[in-house]
T-cell receptor, first 120, second 112 residues
Framework: GAVVSQHPSRVICKSGTSVKIECRSL??????MFWYRQFPKKSLMLMAT?????????EQGVEKDKFLINHASLTLSTLTVTSAHPEDSSFYIC????????????????FGPGTRLTVL | AQSVAQPEDQVNVAEGNPLTVKCTYS??????LFWYVQYPNRGLQFLLK??????LVKGSYGFEAEFNKSQTSFHLKKPSALVSDSALYFC??????????FGAGTRLTVKP
């Protein structure tokens, strides 16, 4: 299947700093990428959908000025957590949609391994 | 209203026994239903999907799921569980706007 990577896999930062997480589709071009947040023992919460070359669409309740998403190319989307606070600590997972393949059909999402963010 | 529900937080089975992880959905029209598995500190891996056709869907690692329209369910099953099947399982439904909505997840523990 298609491969999606995330970097870093784990990051610890001080409160008030900004952290950038990268999501890359390694062997396909992803016109659409998704960012999820997973709380401990909780499900994935969709934060935003990003389409290459246009502004991200944020879910209700997600602060777009705090969680900056950039999808500048067909293989890279970035999530920047600005002025991070301890409550932003979470597991962030991205996914990318490959319109041409996937056992789940043309709309299947391929997930990255996730990034564990800890804000002290 | 929640689109997909997994009523069990935890399922425990003995190795070699059959397992079932439950999922119900509540979307209108014909649902697109998925099962994903997540191992510790990893992303989600696709297991199987139901789009149309046979109600019994076979997927990866010997898993299968049965779509039941009258009960609005899509339970995940495996005839003989392995210890390595222990993981977090998510049911998901694709909504009309193509967003994926995930259930809360069910932690499966298979004991030797």
């Amino acid at each position: 299947g298609a491969v999606v990577s995330q970097h870093p896999s784990r990051v610890i930062c001080k409160s008030g700093t900004s952290v950038k997480i990268e999501c890359r589709s390694l062997d396909f071009q992803a016109t659409t990428m998704f960012w999820y947040r997973q709380f401990p023992k909780k499900s994935l919460m969709l934060m935003a959908t990003s389409n290459e070359g246009s502004k991200a669409t944020y879910e209700q309740g997600v602060e777009k000025d705090k969680f900056l998403i950039n999808h500048a190319s067909l293989t890279l989307s970035t999530l920047t957590v600005t002025s991070a606070h301890p409550e932003d600590s979470s597991f962030y997972i991205c996914s990318a949609r490959d319109p041409f393949r996937g056992a789940g059909g043309p709309l299947e999402q391929f997930f990255g391994p996730g990034t564990r963010l800890t804000v002290l | 209203a929640q689109s997909v529900a997994q009523p069990e937080d935890q399922v425990n089975v003995a190795e070699g026994n059959p397992l079932t992880v439950k999922c119900t959905y509540s979307v209108s029209g014909n649902p697109y239903l998925f099962w994903y598995v997540q191992y510790p500190n990893r992303g989600l891996q696709f297991l199987l999907k139901y789009i149309t056709g046979d109600n019994l869907v076979k997927g990866s690692y010997g898993f299968e799921a049965e779509f039941n329209k009258s009960q609005t369910s899509f339970h995940l099953k495996k005839p003989s569980a392995l210890v390595s099947d222990s993981a977090l399982y998510f049911c998901a439904v694709r909504e009309r706007n193509n967003d994926m909505r995930f259930g809360a997840g069910t932690r499966l523990t298979v004991k030797p």
